[in-house]
């Protein structure tokens, strides 16, 4: 099982839930693959934003080997699932998306709303925490059941 969190930046909150659910995964010994992207480029290569490495540390988990990277069509292909935080991060990747097959692979994170950005409120990044933790313990109980 392959898959890929989105937000915008790729800095702030698809590292937490690459984070959070690798974390996940990892305790439960499943051989999957998370990662994480962003569908602008203004940080492509940076480590996630100081804020979310703080508060990920806070909770027990390391997000200092992530790299922003841009989301790319192929991306479709090397990934079985493929989560957005957002609206416009929907938006944004099913303007990509090539046929029915890459449409059906995205998914909103939430079941219900967007996570918000927490970029220009600090303080944010506690909320945004728990609601991705919160959703990625779901998830993982949903794909398992799936697979
Ligand atoms: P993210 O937050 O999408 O959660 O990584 C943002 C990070 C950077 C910017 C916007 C949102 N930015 O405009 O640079």
């Known amino acids: 099982m392959k898959i890929l969190m989105v937000c915008l930046g790729n800095i702030c ?28 480029d203004w940080h492509v290569g940076e480590q996630p934003d ?3 490495v703080a508060i990920a540390k ?6 200092t080997a992530q790299k922003a990277q841009l989301f790319q069509t192929s991306f ?12 416009n ?3 944004d990747v099913i303007a990509l998306a090539r ?5 059906e692979k995205v998914s909103k994170f939430l079941l219900e709303g967007d996570v918000p950005d927490p970029y220009f409120d600090a303080s944010q990044f506690e909320a945004v925490y ?6 990625c313990e ?5 794909l398992k059941s799936e697979n």
Request: glycine fraction near 8%; proline fraction near 1%.
């Open 76 to 87: 479709f292909d090397d990934y079985d699932r493929i989560f957005v935080m957002d609206e």
């Open 13 to 40: 909150r698809s590292p937490l839930a690459h984070g959070v659910f690798t974390n996940l995964v990892e305790k439960e010994g499943l051989d999957w693959t998370i990662d994480s992207a962003g569908t602008g």
């Open 138 to 142: 779901e998830l993982l109980r949903d």
């Open 89 to 91: 991060n929907y938006d």
């Open 99 to 103: 046929n029915d097959e890459d449409q």
């Open 130 to 135: 728990q609601m991705i933790e919160n959703r």
């Open 50 to 52: 100081r804020r979310s």
């Open 58 to 63: 806070k909770h027990g988990i390391d997000i």
